[in-house]
């Protein structure tokens, strides 16, 4: 009975006790039959799944145990009256009780009573021991890692001049991953919170950005998106923290351009008067008004 209570403790230890997973990701949740969990491993997430059965199966084991009673039985002898003729001394005559013995004489031997002779008969008994539980735990596990879409930099323009204000939009939106985890569909979601941008000249938060620099070359802008993450794995979603994706964007900037002096092109010429009537030709009469 001690050993099937034993037994018992060690069946229901092993059921509550949860089982590790590969590598970062521990399983913490269940979701059925089927615990479930998930890490932030470098820029991806790992979701892990595990399970853990126990079958138990209790025998009784028998075992033969042979023992044995004794029955006597006596045997009678008769009384000897004639001379018996024996072996050479010593000469020894057995007799089962002292009765037989009496009036017995054998020249050169000597009459000794011995008890009754003993016959033993095997009895076969059997013995059931208590029961004996065996069992038999069964276990697997899972995981798959999920990385969230680049992000992107939009940049306008993509050349510009000392001074000048190039303008950076941000190219990360909400999305997720589906795949499978121990035969379960697995879905993460990665949603951003947060934009971290930073450049020679300054840095600032938001979707958006812009920078001017003050020397001319190949200039660089960095951001960094935080996504906030959470998993699935059959049925509800779970938080699991805030994992970081970035990205780099460059432009050109360009020195001062030269200011070359135009001259200003001539004025236009006056508009030509309209022309009067006269009272007759000027060839033929040339003093005529206005001839």
Wanted: with cysteine.
């Amino acid at each position: 009975m001690k050993k099937f209570l034993a037994a018992l403790v060690l069946i229901c230890a092993q059921l509550v006790a949860p089982v590790p997973a590969q590598a970062a990701c521990t399983s913490s949740s269940s979701s059925g039959s089927v615990k479930v969990g998930a890490s932030i491993s470098g820029g991806s997430v790992v979701v892990c799944a595990s399970t853990s059965t126990a079958a138990t199966k209790t025998t009784a084991s028998t075992s033969k145990t042979t023992t044995t009673t004794k029955t006597t039985t006596t045997t009678t002898v008769k009384k000897v009256v004639t001379p018996v003729v024996v072996a050479p001394p010593p000469c020894v005559i057995q007799v089962p009780s002292a009765a037989a013995a009496y009036g017995l004489y054998v020249s050169g031997c000597t009459i000794k009573v011995v008890a009754p002779v003993t016959y033993v008969a095997p009895v076969t008994t059997t013995k059931i021991s208590a029961p004996v539980a065996s069992t038999t735990v069964s276990s697997a596990s899972d995981q798959a890692a999920f990385t969230p879409d680049p992000v992107g930099i939009s940049a306008s323009p993509t050349s510009g001049q000392v001074g000048q204000m190039f303008f950076f939009s941000a190219v990360a939106s909400a999305h997720s991953r589906s795949g499978t985890v121990l035969g379960k569909a697995a879905q993460v979601s990665f949603t951003p919170v947060s934009f971290a941008w930073s450049s020679s000249e300054g840095s600032g938060g938001g979707s958006s950005f812009s920078a001017s620099w003050s020397s001319a070359g190949s200039q660089s802008v960095s951001l960094v998106v935080g996504y906030s993450v959470s998993y699935t794995v059959g049925s509800g979603w779970i938080d699991v923290g805030i994992i970081s994706s970035s990205a780099v964007a460059t432009v050109q900037v360009g020195g001062v351009a030269a200011v070359v002096a135009v001259a200003a092109p001539p004025p236009p010429p006056p508009p030509p008067k309209p022309p009067l009537l006269v009272s007759a030709n000027c060839l033929a009469h040339p003093s005529s008004y206005r001839c």
